[in-house]
């Protein structure tokens, strides 16, 4: 197999970002480039796709509703200190099983991170079967956030944008061509639900945040999201809602120091 990384011995070296690798990974620990030169080779090297089979991210999506729980460490939990976000993702009925991660970034990033807390920047890759399908992209953040969500083979697809209210949380959810496709409204006194509705106000999706449990909703900041895209009917929509998921996440459940 040949792409740009550079072999040594049982080693890859990222292009991109120059971490090593185990020679067989197929993407990069840390920033995710894919190592695998045939973008519409979907399985490992060697292995040729399947006829009709889906292609890595549309069994996550093809599910009407999706659980993202986040994973916290012992360590992080006990001592306050805020490491790179990691989440499962669940599709119903489909029985997908889907991670999240947020780059961890070198010593320093880590630090910049632990101080800036939710105006940090940060890349956040979701992925199905270990191989990324969604990436969401932000620069620091100083009063709203706005990132970029791109995939491995189209590049871009989209963007989301916090836009100033009053007494309400508000996004608007752009496509590649900075047209306004939806826009996320959540009200002051549901400080957990988060609707979508089309440019008709036509409620089409929500973003839930679910109850996590006494003992850990009292010692951490590990939270649970159900996404409900039961009535989205354009599938470009879908993976630009459930990116959101997270940047809600992070801009409104995050522990704030």
């Keep these: 197999m040949s792409d740009s990384s550079k072999n040594q011995g049982d080693k890859r070296v990222c292009p991109k970002c120059g971490k090593e690798n185990d020679v067989k990974a197929k993407y990069c620990w840390a920033c995710y480039y894919d190592f695998i030169p045939d973008k519409s080779l979907k399985t490992s090297p060697g292995v040729a796709k399947e006829e009709n089979s889906p292609a890595i991210g549309e069994n996550i999506l093809a599910s009407t509703q999706i659980i993202i729980q986040q994973q916290k460490e012992a360590l992080e939990i006990i001592s306050g200190w805020e490491t790179a976000n990691r989440y499962l993702m669940t599709g119903v009925g489909t029985n997908e099983v889907g991670e999240i991660f947020e780059k961890k970034g070198n010593a320093g990033e880590k630090i910049v991170r632990h101080f800036t807390n939710t105006h940090r920047p940060y890349v956040i890759s979701f992925l199905e079967q270990r191989i990324p399908f969604l990436s969401v992209v932000r620069k620091f953040k100083w009063l709203f956030s706005k990132v970029e969500v791109t995939t491995p083979n189209k590049g871009t697809i989209g963007k989301i944008q916090e836009k100033f209210a009053i007494l309400k949380r508000r996004y608007e959810i752009y496509n590649n061509y900075d047209q306004k496709v939806a826009t996320i409204i959540g ?71």
């Design 187 to 257: 009200p002051l006194l549901h400080p957990w639900t988060f609707k979508i509705y089309n440019n008709l106000n036509q409620e089409i999706a929500v973003i839930l945040k679910k109850w996590s449990g006494m003992v850990t909703e009292m010692i951490s900041d590990a939270d649970n999201f159900l996404v409900d895209i039961s009535k989205v009917k354009e599938d470009s929509l879908k993976p630009l809602i459930l990116a959101a998921a997270i940047v809600i996440d992070i801009d409104h459940f995050e522990r704030k120091k």
